[in-house]
């Protein structure tokens, strides 16, 4: 049982829930009806799946008839390192300032987490102390893996336009292709 291996759970209240529904919803609305997400991003999206993702990647290799490289990436633990501040600084961006940016750095700071052991044979449970969380989007939202497109969403920018860069999820695969001359 390594400890690294372990993800946080939000637990929300009702209202907290109701929130967060109603701040995806308009976000979301906000993002996909403007086309600001690239479009090479699969999974984390409503009608978007994995097979989509295999689908372009055997799409540019196989049937373009190119030789290709590819680089694998896995982000590992994707939602717990976005960065706040470098999150909140991409929203102006994507048209998202004055209250909306306030609305969704007051959701993102100033939360605390800890650990809870829960044991059932003894009657005694053990807590660590609160500690501010810094980074990270919550898991098994509804809200964070949104947010976790928008931290990344700029990502493709970084490399050669000739490139193909495919995410899905946390996973990153770039596509570095090479026309092949035969004589």
Partial sequence: MNPENYRPISLLNSFSKVFEKTLYIRLSEHFYSRKLLVGNKFGF??????E???FKLTNETLNNKIMTDSIFFDLEKA????????????LPYYGISGKGKLLLKLYLQNRYQRVQIINLCLTSNTASEWTKIKYGVLQHSTFGPLLFLVYINDLPKAIDH?????????????????KVILI
């Fill in 79 to 90: 939602f717990g390192s976005v960065n706040h501040n470098i999150l909140l600084s991409k």
């Fill in 45 to 50: 999206r409503k009608g978007i799946a994995n």
């Fill in 162 to 178: 000739k490139d193909i860069f495919i995410l899905f999820a946390y996973d990153i695969c770039i596509l570095i292709g090479f």
């Fill in 52 to 54: 989509d993702a295999i």
